[in-house]
T-cell receptor, first 117, second 111 residues
Framework: AQTVTQSQPEMSVQEAETVTLSCTYDTSENNYYLFWYKQPPSRQMILVIRQEAYKQQNATENRFSVNFQKAAKSFSLKISDSQLGDTAMYFCAFMKHEGGSQGNLIFGKGTKLSVKP | DVKVTQSSRYLVKRTGEKVFLECVQDMDHENMFWYRQDPGLGLRLIYFSYDVKMKEKGDIPEGYSVSREKKERFSLILESASTNQTSMYLC??????????FGDGTRLSIL
């Protein structure tokens, strides 16, 4: 069974600074997807970034980038130039690429990020 | 844009009541999911469905059932609500192994 661990329950960062959220996972699968989702205080969960395990290049989306280390089973999220609107719960999630339960997400427990002015 | 609509943002019910949470998606997605979100526990999968009239148990199905009579609608049913089912409930939908899209959530209180 797959597990996802986020070791930082809460973090804070000053506006305009850079912050990195950690995520590790455990799986015996070789092909899979990893995601970071953001849940602002308004509660709707929004996809931030996606990484396919077969791709060596780290995914980036504007100010958001990941450091994907497949051998170490690590998938951290870096937020550059933090903005007040980045304040949210951030969830790391794993999805199998194929086979049974395809499409199911395994979530970590989340990291609450506060961006301070 | 994909829209996943949950019927209520806030709901208050009494112990023993039968409770229905409704979820509708507008993108013809095959997959639909119900999660429960509690502080410190993250999201836990209750039930999911890959097709009409099809359902699979997730990690915490006890005390819940689901119904999927039409592709766009996935209902979560609390057969006899209990106080330990007070929680935030999130519905999501997806196409195959594409990212899931979430609704706004229903904050359910059982008194």
């Amino acid at each position: 069974a797959q597990t996802v661990t986020q070791s930082q329950p809460e973090m804070s960062v000053q506006e305009a600074e850079t912050v990195t959220l950690s995520c590790t996972y455990d799986t015996s699968e070789n092909n899979y997807y990893l995601f970071w989702y953001k849940q602002p205080p308004s509660r709707q969960m929004i996809l931030v970034i996606r990484q396919e395990a077969y791709k060596q290049q780290n995914a980036t989306e504007n100010r958001f980038s990941v450091n994907f280390q497949k051998a170490a089973k690590s998938f951290s999220l870096k937020i550059s130039d933090s903005q007040l609107g980045d304040t949210a719960m951030y969830f790391c999630a794993f999805m199998k690429h194929e086979g049974g339960s395809q499409g199911n997400l395994i979530f970590g427990k989340g990291t609450k990020l506060s961006v301070k002015p | 844009d994909v829209k996943v609509t949950q019927s209520s943002r806030y709901l208050v019910k009494r112990t023993g009541e039968k409770v229905f949470l409704e979820c509708v998606q507008d993108m013809d997605h095959e997959n639909m999911f119900w999660y429960r979100q509690d502080p410190g526990l993250g999201l836990r999968l209750i039930y999911f469905s890959y097709d009409v009239k099809m359902k699979e148990k997730g990690d915490i199905p006890e005390g819940y059932s689901v119904s999927r009579e039409k592709k766009e609608r996935f209902s979560l049913i609390l057969e006899s609500a209990s106080t330990n089912q007070t929680s935030m409930y999130l519905c999501a939908s997806s196409f195959r192994a594409q990212p899931q899209h979430f609704g706004d959530g229903t904050r359910l209180s059982i008194l």
